[in-house]
């Protein structure tokens, strides 16, 4: 059997997110959720509710969808956690010269997710 990675955003008490990746969605969340590691970004922040999650079987794509979602604004990662691909893509238009790469959203990637 392969091996499933998981992409996921948790909102926090606060209402932050956070972005992870993870083998065990269901034990990762309750990690998160029951403070296993005091020096997590959770720690403080919970109760924490899993928002969005996508699977993977490779992981150099789970990871590098991971640092993507990371590098993105909340709004932009709310328009992916409400399936909103319009929004999605309006706000990866590109702004100025420099901003252009790797923010962006691939659309062969979020039809992986959906």
Same mark, same amino acid.
Request: proline letters at 2%; charged letters at 35%.
């Given at each position: 059997?392969?091996?499933?990675?998981?992409?996921?955003?948790?909102? @926090?008490?606060?209402?932050?997110?956070? &972005? *992870?990746?993870?083998?065990?969605?269901?034990?990762?969340?309750?990690?998160?959720?029951? *403070?296993?590691?005091?020096? @997590?970004? &959770?720690?403080?922040?919970?109760?924490? &509710?899993?928002?969005?999650? @996508?699977?993977?079987?490779?992981?150099?794509?789970?990871?590098?969808?991971?640092?993507?979602?990371? *590098?993105?604004?909340?709004?932009?990662?709310?328009?992916?956690?409400?399936?909103?691909?319009?929004?999605?893509?309006?706000?990866?238009?590109?702004?100025?010269?420099?901003?252009?790469?790797?923010? *962006?959203?691939?659309?062969?990637?979020?039809?992986? @997710?959906?």
């Amino acid at each position: 059997m392969s091996k499933e990675y998981f992409v996921y955003i948790l909102e @926090c008490r606060d209402k932050s997110y956070y &972005t *992870g990746i993870t083998e065990d969605l269901t034990k990762r969340t309750y990690d998160h959720n029951d *403070g296993r590691d005091s020096l @997590c970004y &959770t720690y403080s922040r919970r109760p924490v &509710t899993l928002k969005y999650f @996508c699977r993977f079987m490779d992981p150099r794509q789970a990871i590098a969808f991971e640092k993507q979602i990371k *590098g993105w604004s909340r709004k932009k990662k709310e328009a992916l956690i409400n399936e909103n691909i319009d929004l999605l893509r309006k706000l990866a238009e590109c702004k100025n010269e420099s901003s252009h790469q790797n923010k *962006g959203i691939d659309d062969s990637q979020h039809n992986k @997710c959906s």
